[in-house]
């Protein structure tokens, strides 16, 4: 997309700013505009005139964001969006012919669980489309807002007023253990399952304490957790070779069986976990992001139907 210039700005750089950071490459974003690696380093230059900032900095091997670029990227991706909106010829255009690379922000079994169908449509109906997967960070950001992510799909817990966010079920926590685990054997009582076995936590922040302690704590009873770890997977693996009790969703159902791990109801009344979607409404009318979220859904429907 080419925009004209108005009173000496070239606003065709607004468009290879949103490129260069999203790729955060020269060679990546001369690729996407389909420029040489010289033109678009000249086309960086001006970007950096035109704002009075470096925008990307070498670090080591890679070029990263200045605070000033991060400051501004979700505002430049704002308009470029709505520049292309303005200018498709309707809501219904072709998405075979759309190139653009959207994020998606979750909990690593997201994408475990549903990637590889969402790919396979990718495929399909939007080949020039790329999905990016990035894991929740261990610090809360307004990566919505910002535009670092363009959908967020888990259980959301955001604040910000202005971000949609779709319910779309209801999941649960079961506990998960090595076959032959001693907790197997006879009726598996909640003294059991506090007493008898250490517990590994899955937490992006680290933390050790959850629903399962306050649950346990209303009844007089306390588990000894004895660490966590910022994934399902890597929990999966530490159950496999120990004594240890680990929780899981749904979502990581898959990887747990591949693991010929043993999943049990936790004798325990859990809070559910209300899993959704959320995104900033200035992609509602993008119909890129809209195909996103449509599919979103569809695979996600798709995944709870089959685990009923």
Known sequence: MRVTQSSGLDLNLLVALDVLLEEQSVGGAARRLHLSEPAMSR?????????????????????????????????VSAVVERARALFAPGRDADLRTVQRTLTIIGHDAVPAACGAALFARAAEEAPGIRVRFLAESHVDAPVLREGTADLEIGVVDTTAPEVHVEALYEDRMVGVVRAGHPLLEGELTVERFASEAGHLTVSRRGRLHGPVDTALAELGLKRRVVGAVATFPASLFIVRDTDLVGLISSWALPAAASL???????????????????????HDADPAHAW?????????????????
């Open 292 to 308: 996103l979220r449509r599919t979103v859904r569809e695979v996600l429907a798709q995944w709870s139907a089959g685990r009923a």
């Open 43 to 75: 086309t960086l230059g001006r970007i950096r005139k035109a704002l009075g900032d470096p925008v990307l900095v070498r670090a080591g091997r890679q070029m990263v964001p200045t605070p000033h670029a991060l400051a501004v990227r979700a505002e």
């Open 260 to 282: 010929d791990l043993v999943t049990f109801e936790v004798p325990l009344k859990l809070p559910p976990l209300h899993l959704g979607l959320a995104w900033h409404p200035r």
